[in-house]
């Protein structure tokens, strides 16, 4: 049984950093690629970062490159990612999801953001004020 948490929710300024995780367990860790996604107030979901932690992949949103980091600790079945450089318009909850589809069909789905269909679990509220 997959199963996700996303946790590290906090409130920062513009201009700061904080890191959100996500805690993986019920799965083989390394056969599944783990994406970041978010949803802000009243907008749909967004495609943020995704990794394949078997072999360090990574991909990002035109939007935070340069600013954020995903990354994977294989021992502990966590995927961080690191916000620096925190606007306003990052304001969102944060969720995180694991797939098995291939690299390409990954990056389409995080290109989407939305309008398929995946357990998102709670995710975690990150507030950035101006």
């Known amino acids: 049984d997959v199963q996700l948490q996303a946790f590290g929710r906090g409130l920062v300024q513009a201009g700061g950093s904080l890191r959100v995780s996500c805690a993986a367990s019920g799965f083989t860790f390394v056969d599944y690629s783990i994406g970041w996604f978010r949803q802000a107030p009243g907008k749909g979901r967004e495609g943020v970062a995704c990794?394949?932690?078997?072999?360090?992949?990574?991909w990002y949103t035109d939007s935070v490159k340069g600013r954020f980091t995903i990354s994977s600790d294989n021992a502990k079945n966590t995927v961080y990612l690191q916000m620096n450089s925190l606007q306003p318009e990052d304001t969102a909850i944060y969720y995180c999801?694991?797939?098995?589809?291939?690299?390409?069909?990954?990056?389409?789905?995080?290109?989407?953001?939305?309008?398929?269909?995946?357990?998102w679990g709670q995710g975690t509220l990150v507030t950035v004020s101006s």
């Open positions: 990794i394949s932690p078997s072999d360090g992949d990574t």
């Open positions: 999801a694991a797939f098995t589809a291939t690299w390409a069909r990954l990056i389409a789905l995080m290109k989407m953001g939305s309008g398929f269909n995946h357990d």
